[in-house]
């Protein structure tokens, strides 16, 4: 079927009514200001970022302790190039927000400030690796159908999360916006599992399966923490201030000492709910208190109805 020339003349018109909503709906445009941290280059950092966290495994092969170092130090030199760039975008963006101010108002310098985070990021990786190390030991020793360390590094959706998480929550303590949660989404949308990258969350920590996995901003866990797929920890209610505005700085998620197991489609809400070290959470269980250490919460077994069919 041929293309009707007459329709398409229509497009201009369309063009214009579709501009002229960029000035009657300004809240979802950048248009005119300074660049944006750019969702390609931040990407590519993360799998830059993934690439010194586990060599070998990822694009590039044939790695040894004789050709590691260049590889590495070429990764490092280039990645200290673009999260300076990237971060100083963020930051200058932020800065611009907060004070109303536009790109050519006087602003500190956020280049010089960009590369302090970027090589202050950078120096932590070592520390994220060797954590990283006991989560993925955590989920070998969690998982009887795991066949090794490297099926869980190459497959396991639970350690991708846990690896970016790990890595955002770095570019969160340092305060740079934007750019931890747009890694953190970009592994939400890969693995299913959402991790704000401002929660806490201690060694040897295991995701089992992982879809639909959600751990809010303010949530603490602890050492050894096993969760499965489903699982919520997440706020009970969100308190306002007078004006009706949400109170962002307040403690809205729960608490997970040592060694708790949650499993499957478990809900844990609450910033004053502690689920006591050593305790088990049953599959589907929802609670909204505290649970004392060595605890096991379930649900009533439910009773199964059959009936013929018609």
Same mark, same amino acid.
């Given at each position: 079927?041929?293309?009707?020339?007459?329709?398409?003349?229509?497009?201009?018109?369309?063009?214009?009514?579709?501009?002229?909503?960029?000035?009657?709906?300004?809240?979802?445009?950048?248009?005119?200001?300074?660049?944006?941290?750019?969702?390609?280059?931040?990407?590519?950092?993360?799998?830059?970022?993934?690439?010194?966290?586990?060599?070998?495994?990822?694009?590039?092969?044939?790695?040894?302790?004789?050709?590691?170092?260049?590889?590495?130090?070429?990764?490092?030199?280039?990645?200290?190039?673009?999260?300076?760039?990237?971060?100083?975008?963020?930051?200058?963006?932020?800065?611009?927000?907060?004070?109303?101010?536009?790109?050519?108002?006087?602003?500190?310098?956020?280049?010089?400030?960009?590369?302090?985070?970027?090589?202050?990021?950078?120096?932590?990786?070592?520390?994220?690796?060797?954590?990283?190390?006991?989560?993925?030991?955590?989920?070998?020793?969690?998982?009887?159908?795991?066949?090794?360390?490297?099926?869980?590094?190459?497959?396991?959706?639970?350690?991708?999360?846990?690896?970016?998480?790990?890595?955002?929550?770095?570019?969160?303590?340092?305060?740079?916006?934007?750019?931890?949660?747009?890694?953190?989404?970009?592994?939400?949308?890969?693995?299913?599992?959402?991790?704000?990258?401002?929660?806490?969350?201690?060694?040897?920590?295991?995701?089992?399966? /992982?879809?639909?996995? #959600? &751990? =809010? %901003?303010?949530?603490?866990?602890?050492?050894? *923490?096993?969760?499965?797929?489903? @699982? $919520? !920890?997440?706020?009970?209610?969100?308190?306002?201030?007078?004006?009706?505005?949400?109170?962002?700085?307040?403690?809205?998620?729960?608490?997970?000492?040592?060694?708790?197991?949650?499993?499957?489609?478990?809900?844990?809400?609450?910033?004053?709910?502690?689920? /006591?070290?050593?305790? #088990? &959470? =049953? %599959?589907?269980?929802?609670?909204?208190?505290? *649970?004392?250490?060595?605890?096991? @919460? $379930? !649900?009533?077994?439910?009773?199964?109805?059959?009936?013929?069919?018609?």
């Amino acid at each position: 079927m041929a293309t009707d020339i007459r329709l398409k003349e229509r497009l201009p018109e369309l063009t214009d009514r579709i501009v002229d909503t960029y000035q009657e709906i300004e809240t979802i445009n950048h248009l005119g200001h300074c660049p944006l941290p750019s969702v390609e280059v931040v990407v590519e950092i993360a799998e830059d970022l993934k690439e010194i966290i586990y060599p070998g495994y990822r694009r590039r092969q044939n790695l040894h302790l004789g050709n590691v170092t260049y590889h590495i130090g070429d990764l490092i030199d280039s990645l200290h190039d673009r999260l300076t760039q990237q971060v100083a975008r963020a930051l200058r963006h932020d800065y611009r927000r907060k004070n109303d101010l536009t790109c050519d108002d006087v602003q500190p310098d956020f280049e010089a400030v960009g590369q302090e985070k970027a090589i202050e990021f950078l120096s932590t990786l070592p520390s994220i690796r060797r954590v990283l190390a006991t989560d993925v030991q955590a989920a070998y020793d969690g998982d009887p159908a795991a066949g090794g360390l490297d099926e869980i590094i190459f497959c396991y959706p639970g350690l991708e999360a846990v690896t970016i998480y790990r890595l955002a929550h770095e570019l969160h303590r340092l305060q740079i916006p934007l750019i931890p949660r747009m890694i953190s989404e970009w592994a939400h949308g890969r693995t299913g599992i959402d991790i704000h990258p401002g929660a806490t969350i201690g060694p040897s920590f295991f995701i089992d399966h /992982g879809t639909g996995v #959600v &751990i =809010g %901003a303010t949530c603490e866990i602890s050492s050894h *923490v096993k969760l499965y797929q489903g @699982v $919520t !920890l997440g706020a009970l209610s969100f308190a306002k201030d007078e004006q009706g505005n949400l109170v962002r700085s307040s403690k809205r998620h729960p608490t997970i000492e040592d060694h708790v197991v949650v499993y499957a489609n478990a809900t844990v809400l609450g910033g004053s709910t502690t689920i /006591g070290r050593n305790s #088990v &959470i =049953g %599959a589907g269980a929802s609670v909204y208190e505290s *649970v004392p250490p060595n605890t096991v @919460v $379930t !649900l009533e077994k439910p009773t199964l109805r059959m009936r013929q069919a018609s």
